[in-house]
């Protein structure tokens, strides 16, 4: 059966294409630099726009009509009476003048008047006709409001005149119905669409750079941030300890009230919600695999605190090292001998005998003891097997401390032993792409992953812890009941 807290997690597909909660949070991290970027790209476009000449336009509105005789034909020396045909004559003749207005004749007529400073080829270039109906309209250009002026008229007159002279067969009238003006404002360049599109382009640039660092920079920095990635809880957000080693780095079993104890404290509680915690105060799931994403993201560190706040609570713990590729717990806990795991798949050592007491209360450890490359081979044994069932049954808690899991395929080979796994990740260095890997390989091999700690969630302050360390290791050589009383960590 699925827990609880491993429902709900993306799929790979829904990871890959950024669903719609990925957009809100990209809106929510950069959303003041969206804003900036909107903002100087509109007033950017505003500025520039200043350094490009404008474009005037002025126009002028002919209406043409064909004319007809009235009554027929007009006699002999008499001249005829025209009157205006229908529309549809005048609209055909309209059409056929508009092709008119740019041709050669009239565009060198309007050169010849010396009114624009233009030659013939630059007057067709700044002019435009539109015919609407019987209507002609003509608009010239100009970087002035002048000049603009200027060209529309000089055409219009040059276009009048040319058809004055009959190139049209029949009589056509054209007159000038509104007369070119002086532009007040320029048509170009458009001040507040510019900045409009400037403050689009700089929104979407900006947009496209901050999906490209997420996308890229994938690493996970906070809770929030793992449940997006894996849909599990983070379990506790424990905070660097700086360069430690040895016994220096049982931080929660020498400093009582620190961020890094509590933080050890609040991962302890989240793991016995989930291992099933009794009222007699025993659990249902007892074997708990801990093993990091990579190497350096503290697992050992985490497995062998949480084991200590274990302790500390009353439970019989037991640690287990199975990290046979570089054992740590020999050091932490400043064990001795070579007997342990291995000598304990080998039957050398009877399973009990190998386990060692340390100076913290209820907390047993069993270390990797004598190791050689084949050792590695005897995890996925069902002498190992059978050592976890035994020691299940023997202690409260059993911790397993494995080796990275995308590193090494130890911790997919131990998953099916324990009844649950703890991932442990380095907040700010850990991608999510690889805590997707090694969940998914985990689940593959029959593991159960229920949470994420992360480690080097800020930064430990410098403590002196050396008198606290000495009076516990002094009070775990004292009887019980002694101890007890002397233990004021929990």
Request: glycine share 8%.
């Amino acid at each position: 059966m699925v827990p609880p807290c491993t429902r709900g997690r993306p799929s790979q597909n829904e990871v890959d294409t950024l669903p719609e909660q990925t957009y809100l949070n990209l809106l929510r991290r950069f959303g003041v630099l969206l804003l900036i970027a909107a903002v100087l790209g509109a007033a950017s476009a505003f500025y520039l726009t200043r350094y490009i000449t404008p474009t005037y336009e002025s126009s002028t509105t002919l209406l043409v009509t064909q004319q007809v005789p009235v009554g027929g034909a007009p006699l002999p020396g008499v001249a005829p009476q025209l009157q205006p045909a229908d529309l549809g004559e005048s609209a055909a003749v309209a059409a056929v003048l508009q092709q008119l207005v740019k041709t050669q004749p009239v565009l060198e007529r309007a050169e010849l008047t010396g009114a624009t400073g233009l030659t013939a080829g630059q007057i067709a270039r700044q002019t435009d006709v539109e015919l609407l109906g019987v209507f002609l309209r003509i608009t010239g250009s100009w970087e002035t409001p002048e000049g603009a002026r200027n060209v529309a008229t000089t055409v219009t007159d040059a276009f009048i005149s040319t058809v004055n002279e009959g190139i049209i067969t029949g009589p056509v009238s054209v007159a000038v119905v509104e007369a070119a003006g002086i532009p007040t404002e320029p048509v170009s360049p458009n001040r507040t669409m510019n900045a409009a599109a400037g403050g689009m382009l700089g929104l979407v640039a900006a947009a496209v750079l901050a999906l490209i660092y997420v996308r890229m920079d994938d690493v996970v920095k906070s809770a929030e941030q793992v449940r997006e990635a894996t849909g599990l809880p983070t379990f506790g957000l424990l905070p660097a300890l700086g360069k430690t080693t040895g016994p220096e780095q049982l931080h929660a079993a020498q400093v009582a009230e620190s961020p890094f104890t509590e933080a050890v404290r609040s991962v302890r509680a989240n793991l016995s919600v989930v291992m099933g915690a009794r009222q007699d105060g025993a659990f249902d799931r007892r074997v708990v695999l801990v093993t990091s994403v990579r190497d350096g993201d503290g697992g050992n560190v985490s497995a062998a605190n949480l084991a200590v706040a274990f302790g500390r609570a009353g439970f019989r713990t037991l640690l287990v090292d199975c990290n046979f590729r570089r054992p740590t717990m020999q050091d932490t806990f400043e064990l001795v001998g070579d007997a342990g795991l291995s000598t304990t798949l080998a039957r050398r050592t009877d399973p009990e005998a190998a386990v060692q007491s340390t100076h913290y209360q209820d907390v047993f450890v069993l270390q990797a003891g004598y190791t050689k490359p084949s050792s590695v081979d005897a995890l996925g044994s069902a002498e190992m097997r059978e050592l976890m069932d035994h020691y299940r049954r023997e202690y409260d808690v059993v911790l397993m401390a494995a080796p990275p899991a995308l590193e090494v395929p130890d911790a997919a080979t131990l998953g099916p032993m324990s009844d649950l796994v703890l991932l442990v990740g380095w907040a700010g260095r850990t991608r999510a792409r690889d805590l997707q890997l090694s969940i998914e390989s985990l689940e593959r091999s029959g593991g159960m992953p229920v949470g994420v700690v992360l480690n080097g969630a800020g930064k430990e302050p410098p403590h002196s812890h050396r008198g606290e360390l000495s009076r516990e290791r002094s009070s775990a050589r004292l009887p019980v009941e002694v101890a007890a009383q002397k233990n004021t960590l929990d």
